[in-house]
C-alpha cells in the first residue's frame, strides 16, 4: 500500500478536471506493464475506487468526481489530503481467482429453458444447497460483457432484516415482497471503475441476470427479478446497507428458492412485432 499528502485544489479552468497528481510512477510500484491501472483506497478516510489516467514519462493523475469531492467535503478551497492507495487487482482486465465450481446437470435443453422459464414469486422454506448458488452464479460469469471486461459483482444474502427493510422502503410497491419469502437473494452490482459507459455496465449485469434467472430454472428452482432502478430509495438503501463504493451501483436483485407455485407455459412468439427486410431472401423450412 502507497500513503502520500497532498493538496486538493480547484480546478485552474471551468469545466476542468479536479484530480490528484501521484507521487509516484504506479507502473513500477505495482509492477503493472501494459493497460490502464486501477486503484482503491481512502482520501482523508473516505473509501475510494478509480482508474489512473497517464500523463506520460511515468506522471499519472487520479480524478476526484462530484461525488467524491461531496464525500470528502471539498468546497473549491484547497484541501490537505492524506491518501492510501492500493492496486485493485480484482478490477484489473483478466486478473482475479477464476476456477471451477461443483457441477450440476440437467435434463432441459436450452430453448426449453428459455421457453418455460416464468417469475416465480412464491416459494418453499426448503434451502437451496451452496452448490448450486454457485452454479448460478458461474452462469452470471459466463454472461458476454462488453470488450470482455466483467463489470459486475454478485452479493448472496440470506440477511433477513435487510431483505425486510427493503420491501419496507416503499411499502406501496408489491413486486418485491417474494424477497421476504426467498431462501436466498442475489444482488447484481454493477462497477463503473471497470465499465465506465452506462449503457454498457446495464447491458452486461442484465445478461448476467438473465442467465441465472435460466441456469436457476434448469435446476429445478424458481427465480425472480426485481429491479432496483438508480435514483430509488431501495438503491440507496442498499448502497448503505453494504457500505459499497460510488463506482458500485446495485442494479437488480433475484429472489430465489424451490418453487410453491407452477406456472403454464403460454406461446411468445408475436410476427406482429418482427420485420423481415423486403428483399431479402430466407431459407424455407
Not at 492510501?84 to 432441459?108: F, I, P, W, Y
Not at 463503473?192 to 434467472?213: P, R, W
Request: glycine share 6%; hydrophobic share 35%; net charge positive.
Amino acid at each position: 500500500m502507497q500513503t502520500f499528502s497532498s493538496i486538493l485544489k480547484k480546478p485552474d479552468t471551468k469545466g476542468g478536471l479536479t484530480f490528484i497528481e501521484l507521487p509516484f510512477n504506479p507502473a513500477k510500484v505495482f509492477n503493472v506493464s501494459k493497460g490502464t491501472i486501477k486503484v482503491y483506497g481512502t482520501i482523508n478516510g473516505v473509501e475510494y475506487r478509480n482508474k489512473l489516467i497517464s500523463r506520460g514519462n511515468g506522471l499519472y493523475i487520479m480524478t476526484v468526481d462530484k461525488a467524491l469531492q461531496k464525500r470528502i467535503v471539498f468546497t473549491g478551497e484547497d484541501l490537505k489530503i492524506e491518501v492510501t492507495m492500493n492496486l485493485d487487482e480484482s478490477a484489473m482486465q483478466g486478473s482475479g481467482k477464476r476456477e471451477n465450481v461443483e457441477k450440476h446437470t440437467c435434463d432441459m435443453d436450452v430453448l426449453t429453458a428459455i421457453k418455460t422459464r416464468r417469475s416465480i414469486r412464491i416459494f418453499k422454506s426448503e434451502e437451496i444447497e451452496k452448490s448450486k448458488i454457485q452454479t448460478i452464479l458461474e452462469a452470471g460469469f459466463c454472461a458476454p460483457t462488453a470488450k470482455n471486461k466483467r463489470p459486475w459483482y454478485f452479493i448472496v444474502t440470506r440477511n433477513k432484516d435487510f431483505l425486510t427493510n427493503l420491501i419496507k422502503v416503499d411499502a406501496g410497491q408489491s413486486n418485491y415482497l417474494p424477497l421476504a419469502c426467498a431462501d436466498c437473494c442475489i444482488i447484481v452490482c454493477g462497477d463503473k471503475s471497470i465499465q465506465g459507459v452506462t449503457e454498457f455496465l446495464l447491458e452486461d449485469c442484465s445478461a448476467a441476470a438473465q442467465n441465472m434467472l435460466l441456469a436457476a430454472h434448469g435446476l429445478g428452482l424458481g427465480a425472480t427479478w426485481c429491479s432496483l432502478p438508480r435514483a430509488s430509495k431501495r438503491n440507496k438503501y442498499a448502497c448503505e446497507f453494504y457500505n459499497l463504493s460510488d463506482k458500485v451501483i446495485p442494479l437488480a436483485i433475484i429472489a430465489l428458492g424451490y418453487p410453491a407455485e407452477e406456472k403454464e407455459f403460454a406461446p411468445r412468439y408475436d410476427e406482429t412485432k418482427v420485420h423481415w427486410e423486403i428483399g431479402e431472401e430466407y431459407p424455407a423450412e
